[in-house]
């Protein structure tokens, strides 16, 4: 059974979709990326399992409308250097350990040091942004004759405002507000725009079996071509793909 286009039209103020090269200053391509895309997709609708087998399926982006003129926002923003892990967040929870806070700024008093749990980072971002995003479901081996119901779930969800959790462009405090559309509504055209970007983020993990909380990040690339405001996305297993990056933090 082949899976049906399900889309978004998704907006928001700011958006920052970071050129992986670029380690220290955040520089945001031009357009939200296929990694990017996916996320909002899941926020609405995922299903997430530790046990491999278990797992119903993934999106696939395929196509990106561009709604809105692109326009790049300079920004300074504070970053937290730290993070909790997850096995630190579980102990919390369970109450094996104290909850202890990841401190981004205070006194000597306070901190009992005087280095900093921050840093001030520039950003180069966009504002304004709105696209039409469209993606299929494709269901994991076993996991065929539950296409449809998955789908009608999405849809659910997507047509009521439900999330998992807040969808975002790029940045946490980037939030994404989304609207489901039909494929073929007639709605806003896309920009009339033609852009070459070069080789550009597909995402930031292997896409070709069910990934767990614990999988290594795998960089895929991709060279992007926007024709009529429309970025066509290829499929993840196309050889226009580059993967096999393996990235070590």
Not at 53 to 60: H, N, S, T, V
Not at 99 to 123: C, F, N, S, V, Y
Not at 142 to 171: D, V
Request: aromatic share 10%.
């Amino acid at each position: 059974m082949k899976p049906k286009d399900q889309a978004l039209e998704v907006w928001g103020e700011f958006a920052c979709f970071t050129r992986p090269e670029l380690k220290v200053e955040r520089f945001s391509y031009p357009v939200i990326t296929p990694s990017a895309a996916r996320g909002i997709y899941e926020a609405i609708y995922a299903k997430p399992n530790k046990d491999p087998e278990k797992a119903e399926f993934r999106w696939q982006i395929t196509r990106i409308e561009i709604l809105s003129p692109i326009d790049y926002i300079a920004l300074r923003r504070n970053e937290v250097k730290d993070k909790a892990s997850e096995r630190q967040v579980q102990s919390w929870m369970n109450g094996r350990e104290a909850p202890r806070p990841i401190w981004a700024d205070g006194t000597r008093e306070t901190l009992g040091t005087d280095m900093k749990g921050r840093t001030q980072r520039q950003t180069m971002a966009l504002k304004n942004v709105r696209y039409r995003i469209h993606a299929e479901i494709r269901p994991w081996p076993t996991f065929e004759n539950r296409l449809q119901s998955m789908e009608a779930q999405f849809r659910r969800r997507a047509a009521l405002g439900k999330c998992i959790y807040q969808p975002y462009f790029g940045c946490r405090e980037f939030p994404a507000y989304f609207e489901l559309v039909e494929p073929h509504e007639d709605r806003a055209a896309p920009l009339g725009i033609d852009m070459d970007l070069g080789l550009m983020l597909y995402d930031v993990f292997d896409l070709s079996h069910p990934g767990t909380p614990e999988s290594q990040p795998a960089i895929s690339l991709f060279r992007a071509r926007i024709r009529g405001g429309v970025l066509d996305v290829p499929e993840y297993e196309d050889d226009q793909v580059l993967k096999g990056t393996k990235v070590v933090e």
